[in-house]
C-alpha cells in the first residue's frame, strides 16, 4: 500500500470564541472559526479575501482552546482537512472542517485575556 498524506497548516485570527461541548463518551471537543488572508491580483488593483476555516480540536488541544484561545488571538494550526456535507431543504452542502493536531498560540497570553 502507498502511504499518502493529508496535512495543512494554517496561520490565521480567530473569529470567535472556541464553541466547547462533550460528546457522550465524554471526549472534550472545541470549534472555531479562523480567518486567513490572501492578496487576489485584479486587472487594475490588489485586493485581499478571507477565507474561513472551521477547525476542530479534541482532548487536551480542546482544553487548551479553552483556557487560552479568544477571539483575535492569531494562532499557527498544523492539522487534517475532512469533507463531508448535510443536507438542508433537499439541497446536499458540502462541508471542510480541520481537525487540529497541532496549535501554537503566535499572541502573547497576556494580550488575548486583555482583549476578552
Same mark, same amino acid.
Given at each position: +500500500?502507498?502511504?499518502?498524506?493529508? *496535512? ?5 485570527? @480567530? ?12 471526549? *472534550? ?10 492578496? +487576489?491580483?485584479? =486587472?487594475?488593483?490588489e485586493a ?8 476542530? &480540536? ?5 482544553? &487548551? =482552546? ?6 483575535? #488571538? ?23 472542517? @480541520?481537525?487540529?493536531?497541532? @496549535? ?10 486583555q482583549a #476578552?
Amino acid at each position: +500500500m502507498s502511504r499518502s498524506v493529508n *496535512k495543512i497548516i494554517l496561520v490565521g485570527n @480567530v473569529g470567535r470564541d472556541p464553541d466547547i461541548h462533550e460528546t457522550q463518551s465524554g471526549t *472534550k471537543v472545541a470549534h472555531l472559526s479562523l480567518a486567513t488572508n490572501r492578496r +487576489m491580483s485584479g =486587472a487594475d488593483e490588489e485586493a485581499e479575501r478571507t477565507d474561513w476555516h472551521r477547525i476542530t &480540536f479534541w482532548n487536551r488541544l480542546a482544553q &487548551f =482552546a479553552e483556557d487560552h484561545i479568544r477571539v483575535g #488571538a492569531r494562532l499557527y494550526i498544523e492539522g487534517r482537512i475532512e469533507y463531508d456535507s448535510y443536507e438542508r431543504d433537499g439541497v446536499t452542502i458540502p462541508t471542510a472542517e @480541520v481537525h487540529a493536531r497541532e @496549535v501554537v498560540l503566535l499572541t502573547p497570553r497576556e494580550a488575548v485575556v486583555q482583549a #476578552a
